[in-house]
């Protein structure tokens, strides 16, 4: 049975400052969310909000997978349970490998004794940083210690691939990237894409949406979901903005904050 993440009514604040105001959406394994708006309106913090970062304060509503509530649960058995948020600025970390943190996120989703062969653990990443296109050496280098930004985007997308988790959370994963580094990025997405993996995509831009293909695109303004649709909803917003939107709702501002 596909699992399901369902999202009810959630609200967040800031600082005392409340940024989303009853976020509902629900996605199915196999299923592409696309979410996009204007910046200020809560995306980043819908996602950090679903990880459990500790600067975001959840004051009302649900985060279920499979009807359990992980707002009650820590960062890393939300990763256990099998979320994964890609990071719109993915942290630098001196002292460890790439590859030490990736073979030591694995076996932490695995039962004791049961830790991955070495040689099993080589041979996937290899096939997964040739099929991103990234330099092998970057196996052997601190965690994004130099990584340009868009080697640090690629990494968030091998972190995806190895881990292979239920959901894959990702926050602006096209941001600062080049037409070549969008593509690469983009496919090791799609490969991943079947009946086992769903995903949450935020971005502002429809260029991704040209290699990934969403299910789902619901457009947040106001710390709320105000609009949800297929494909050609992003198309159109591309095309021409948010203005049309804003119109329909009666709104003039869709600002609320500074996205985080």
């Known amino acids: 049975m596909a699992s399901v993440l369902e999202i009810k009514n959630l609200h967040v604040e800031i ?19 696309a979410v996009m708006g204007p910046n200020g309106t809560g995306k980043s913090t819908l996602a950090q909000a679903i990880m459990g ?32 948020l890609g990071m719109q600025y993915p942290s630098e970390i001196s002292g460890v490998t790439n590859s030490d943190f990736l073979r030591s996120a694995m076996n932490a989703q695995r039962e004791e004794g049961d830790e991955i062969n070495l040689m099993q653990f080589i041979k996937k990443l290899d096939k997964n940083m040739e ?16 990584f340009s ?30 037409i070549d580094a969008l593509r690469v990025v983009s496919e090791g997405i799609n490969k991943l894409r079947g009946q086992e993996f769903g ?10 949406l040209n290699y990934i293909k969403p299910d ?19 198309e159109r917003l591309e095309a021409e903005g948010y203005d049309w939107i ?3 709702l009666g709104i003039d501002d869709v600002t609320v904050t500074e996205d985080k």
């Open 131 to 146: 099929y991103l296109e990234m330099d092998p050496d970057m196996a052997t280098r601190y965690l994004n210690e130099g």
């Open 149 to 178: 930004g868009g080697e640090k985007k690629r990494n968030e997308i091998l972190q995806l691939m190895m881990l292979e988790p239920k959901f894959g959370i990702l926050d602006e994963i096209d941001s600062g990237l080049d």
């Open 216 to 234: 789902v695109v619901h457009v947040m303004m106001r710390g709320k979901v105000v609009k949800t649709g297929g494909k050609e909803l992003a």
């Open 199 to 208: 995903s949450l995509i935020i971005t502002h831009y429809q260029r991704l």
């Open 53 to 84: 970062h500790p600067s975001y304060d959840v004051t009302e509503g649900e985060v279920l997978l499979d009807g359990e509530n992980i707002l009650e649960m820590e960062v890393d058995e939300r990763a256990q349970a099998g979320l994964f």
């Open 15 to 33: 600082d005392g400052k409340e940024i989303l105001k009853g976020v509902d959406l629900t996605i199915k394994q196999g299923e592409i969310h």
């Open 246 to 248: 804003k119109e329909e």
